[in-house]
């Protein structure tokens, strides 16, 4: 597999991809490196790999697993993490993803999640040694609900997850994205992806849906925090959604090691090297408070 170093000042300096400051923070302690993988229907894809700057091989580091938001990239979902890759010392993957049938709408496809499920080989592959006791899953929206689906079906793999704002009930997805501007788009997209309407294919809406699997997460053992807002304009159900999940989990298992924050913040705004990100990370202790003070 061929591997690519990107530098990241010109990385997060796309149009768009945020200030001058941000590219310096990054430049200093973190890099990238983009390598292909296979994915289950054996469509090549990318995945951007961020490192501390001075990793050396032969010193195991966590990882934290990243799946990208709907209708976003990889790509982007790498400008989220800023400078803390290198300032916790833990390495994050940020696969492109593949669906059944669209790329950056695979929506929680069973294959995807699979290759979700590869990354730590496939970084390992890539000269980096993972911390095989430290894996974690982090995801905002779509990429939120892919980490929930994650920690459902391979929660051994997981020592912790985080999902910010997650789709949790596809079939309501669908019919909620009516109201958004381009929610005819979407449910198209949903259709063309899932293989009908939730009416049509019931099981296979279920089967990407997190709430399917509450029992599952519940007495997985894993740590979870769940954030949702009250004024998210995508998801504009949370409470229903994420919330409602929250307390399925609790009702599973009432000592089930999850967190849930609530707050009034836009849609996955939360998940950012500049908002509530560093604090999550400190909770798995990936960087200390002190280092999420200062950034």
Do not use: K
């Not at 768009?16 to 090549?44: I, K, M, P, Q």
């Not at 990889?74 to 989220?80: C, S, Y």
């Not at 833990?90 to 696969?95: G, I, L, S």
């Not at 430290?134 to 939120?144: D, L």
């Amino acid at each position: 597999m061929r591997v690519v170093t990107v530098t990241l000042a010109l990385l997060l300096l796309w149009p768009g991809a945020g200030s001058a400051r941000e590219a310096r923070r990054v430049l200093r302690h973190t890099e990238v490196v983009v390598f292909r993988y296979r994915a289950h229907d054996g469509v090549e894809r990318r995945a951007w790999l961020l490192l501390p700057a001075d990793y050396e091989p032969g010193h195991p580091i966590p990882l934290v697993i990243s799946p990208h938001g709907r209708g976003t990239s990889a790509r982007q979902n790498v400008r989220l993490w800023g400078d803390l890759p290198g300032i916790g010392g833990f390495a994050v993957v940020n696969p492109a993803g593949e669906g059944r049938r669209l790329e950056e709408y695979s929506w929680g496809d069973p294959g995807q999640i699979e290759d979700l499920a590869r990354m730590p080989a496939l970084v390992e592959r890539h000269g980096v040694d993972v911390e095989r006791g430290r894996i974690y899953a982090f995801g905002g929206s779509m990429g939120g609900q892919e980490t929930l689906l994650l920690l459902a079906r391979h929660p051994h793999l997981l020592a912790g997850a985080a999902a910010f704002d997650p789709d949790t009930n596809m079939a309501r997805r669908y019919w909620d994205f009516a109201s958004l501007p381009e929610g005819q788009t979407l449910q198209r997209l949903a259709r063309e992806e899932i293989g009908g309407t939730p009416l049509t294919a019931p099981a296979r809406y279920a089967e990407r849906s997190p709430d399917t699997y509450a029992r599952q997460i519940a007495l997985s053992g894993v740590p979870l925090q769940l954030y949702w807002s009250t004024r998210d304009r995508v998801i504009t159900d949370q409470r229903a959604e994420t919330g409602a999940l929250a307390d399925e989990i609790l009702g599973w298992n009432p000592y089930a090691p999850l967190v849930v924050f609530r707050g009034s913040w836009r849609h996955t705004a939360e998940m950012r090297w500049c908002s509530r990100l560093p604090q999550a990370l400190v909770r798995f202790r990936l960087i200390t408070r002190s280092q999420a003070i200062q950034i």
